[in-house]
Nanobody
């Protein structure tokens, strides 16, 4: 079955960086556009970034544009999110998912930005 496993989260100070990874299995990863979404405590799921099947045409929410970079390695069935200049408002659980199926998301990885 579809399995997505997010990792790489943690506690970081404002201005710091983290690199999230998402390892996919159970489906043909290279044939799906993928997305990162996040959910802060008490809030709804929020779209962060997406990338197409071949790794081109990335898109970003205005709140992360210029700070986050999405990428993928289809040979490793892995999706990445490089996050720089992190802000307290980036604190959330981060999930990866198929673009058209947010229900496919994994358990998520917690990112906490705090001094």
């Amino acid at each position: 079955q579809v399995q997505l496993v997010e990792s790489g989260g943690g506690l970081v100070q404002p201005g710091g960086s983290l690199r999230l990874s998402c390892t996919a299995s159970g489906f043909s990863f290279s044939t799906y556009s993928m997305t990162w979404i996040r959910q802060a405590a008490g809030k709804e799921l929020e779209w962060v970034s997406s990338i197409n099947k071949s790794g081109g045409i990335p898109n970003y929410a205005d709140s992360v544009k210029g700070r986050f970079t999405i990428s993928r390695d289809n040979a490793k069935n892995t999706l990445y999110l490089q996050m720089t200049n992190l802000k307290p408002e980036d604190t959330a659980v981060y999930y990866c998912a198929k673009v058209l199926d947010w229900g496919s998301r994994g358990q998520g990885t917690q990112v906490t930005v705090s001094s």
